[in-house]
């Protein structure tokens, strides 16, 4: 039988109903079921999510969203790409909500490192960060935040072409440059 199918029964079966505020009830697979089926399928978050979306199922992570995003919106932002450039005071929260509001693929670059001045305003700075690559940081946190995103951090500065390239694959840049 096809494991896709097998799948998508499983988690069909394992949803739960949820309703909502405004008294609408819809189908939710609960953060620990996607959990579960991705290593019982051996696959990404991501794609248990996907295939919960097909099916017109929450994933419970972004319930929240349904409000103002369809699952078919939801689904486009699991599989799109943005490409956020400056990881300091604007570019830590700017990762974070888009990890949160599931962007799928988030690279975020800076090639700077976390130093005193920073502790004061920005997002991924602590004691425990200083002297550390920004994007290193940015990855360690998103993992823990949404481990269903891809977060690929380039912790170089880039310039002219090299920008140009990363900015060619994306779905949409966010400027987040200081200074």
């Known amino acids: 039988m096809n494991s896709n199918f097998v799948l998508s029964h499983a988690i ?53 969203n349904f409000s103002i995003i369809s699952m078919k919106d939801q689904h486009n932002l699991l599989s799109s790409t943005a490409f956020v450039v400056g990881l300091g005071g604007l570019g ?35 004691f425990e960060s200083l002297g550390e690559k920004k994007a290193k940081r940015a990855e360690r946190r998103l993992r823990c935040v949404n481990p269903s995103i891809n977060f690929i951090g380039v912790d170089h500065f880039l310039r002219g072409d090299a920008l140009i390239d990363y900015a060619k694959h994306v779905d949409i840049v966010v400027d987040c440059l200081g200074g």
């Open 12 to 64: 069909k079966e394992a949803s739960e109903p949820l309703v909502l505020p405004n008294g609408e009830t819809v189908s939710m697979l609960t953060v620990r079921a996607v959990e579960t089926f991705s290593k019982a399928e051996g696959t990404s978050f991501i794609e248990i999510e996907k295939a919960a979306l097909e099916q017109e199922i929450f994933p419970e992570r972004y319930v929240r």
């Open 92 to 126: 830590g929260h700017v990762v974070e909500q888009l990890a949160r509001l599931g962007v799928g693929t988030i690279v975020g670059a800076d090639g700077d490192f976390f130093e005193p001045t920073n502790l004061n305003r920005q997002l991924n700075a602590t």
